[in-house]
């Protein structure tokens, strides 16, 4: 394996489909209380976060240290990695990405970190896009120019039942100033330029989810795309959307299936039960 793919546990890959594509996942960590947990089934899981919150318990999360990711490079280096493409969440949602770049200065071989400029499964579609090009025999540099082109091609967008979550973590962002203190709404929010960026705001969850479905439709156009769908403790109404989508994008689909599944621990620690996302992201 001339080249490994690595990511962070914010990208939703199913641990599954990661192994099979010989991508090497990194944990990020969650902090419930006095306790630290390792993103994953073994771990924080999107269950335990979600009970954490609605009890008031207090939740953070932290990046993966540079030490850390120095150490999976290694790992790699000596089971034969001779480069890394390394593809982490937005450096404006977290400090993974600068974690990489320290760790990248001391690696046995040359690692070329990427910021996706997402956050969750749409950094996992670029991660399998560079492992796209190095199955077919493709450079870490050429991997990652493909992981940032599909990054750049895709469009997050998804809806909180409250933006208290996102206020306490500090990652509103330009939401801020777009919904002001108006905490009550429930809006629709998407992935720009890197950060949590405001659409609209609707009074009721169910005007809310109606537009959702409509702004994915109108972000697929006519082009060949993959979908995913993605909730925290809201199984019920993700499932509906999918079964929408998934008719309604039939065509853009090409047989392929609309992907459901939950959010991880780590980004659902700041979007809180209820959130609801949908990925639609291009094949190159």
Known sequence: MPVVVVTDSTASLPPDLAAERGIVVVPLQVVIGAHVYDEGSDGATPELVAAALKDFRPVSTSRPTPAALLEVYEECARNGATEIVSVHLSAEMSGTFESAQLAARDAPVPVVPVDSRQVGVATGYAALSAADVVDRGGSAAEAADAARARA????????????????????????????????????LLEISDGRVASLERVRTSGRALARLEELAVQAAGSDPVEVTVAHLASPDRAGQLQEKLATRLADNLEGREVGCGELGAVLGAHVGPGMLAVCVAPLL
């Open 152 to 187: 750049a091609g895709s469009r997050s967008l998804f809806y909180v039942d409250t933006l208290e979550y996102l206020r306490r973590g500090g990652r509103i962002g330009a939401a801020a100033a777009l919904v002001g203190g108006a905490l009550a709404v429930k809006p």
